[in-house]
């Protein structure tokens, strides 16, 4: 019979990720990459969490670091725009992609909404509106909650980026 730290240490362990659509991912900070050596790439949205390459042995590490912020620069929506079609490509190439960032809340709902949209077609904020529908962070609290990140959704498909 396992002790009751025992159960709690193996519920530390377990990995916090939601399965969107075909093989992408959304989940927060994972910090014992030991659990995630079953995707080929892992991208890093939260510019607090960074770690090295050699962190995930068996992962491309895509790094598309930025903060959630209630507005968002020039500089960043350019940054989140090409790192979301590259993660599209990735997609497209059957590679089983997690985006992450801390709590798996905005940052990386924002980036798997775009590459979302980049992969099939649809339109950005119907891609941001299944990933609200589909991802809890670990506390309960839906994704997609940043405004101004919605914001550029609708302006993705407005066709101002």
Partial sequence: MRRPIDRMAEGLR????????GGLYIGSAPTDPSLY???DVIVLCAEEFQPGSRAF???R??????NDAPNID??????VLSGSKVVAQDLARGRRTLVTCAMGRNRSALVTALSLHYLTGAPALVCGQ???????????????????????LV???????
Avoid: E
């Fill in 61 to 66: 590490v895509r790094r598309i670091p930025f």
């Fill in 57 to 59: 042995p068996r992962a």
């Fill in 37 to 39: 050596q079953d995707f």
């Fill in 155 to 161: 302006a993705v498909d407005q066709g101002r980026f």
């Fill in 130 to 152: 299944r990933v609200y529908q589909l991802r809890k962070d670990p506390t309960g609290v839906r994704a997609l909650q940043n405004q101004s990140f919605v914001q550029l």
């Fill in 14 to 21: 377990r990995r916090d990720v939601t399965r969107i659509h």
């Fill in 74 to 79: 020039g500089a960043t929506i350019g940054r």
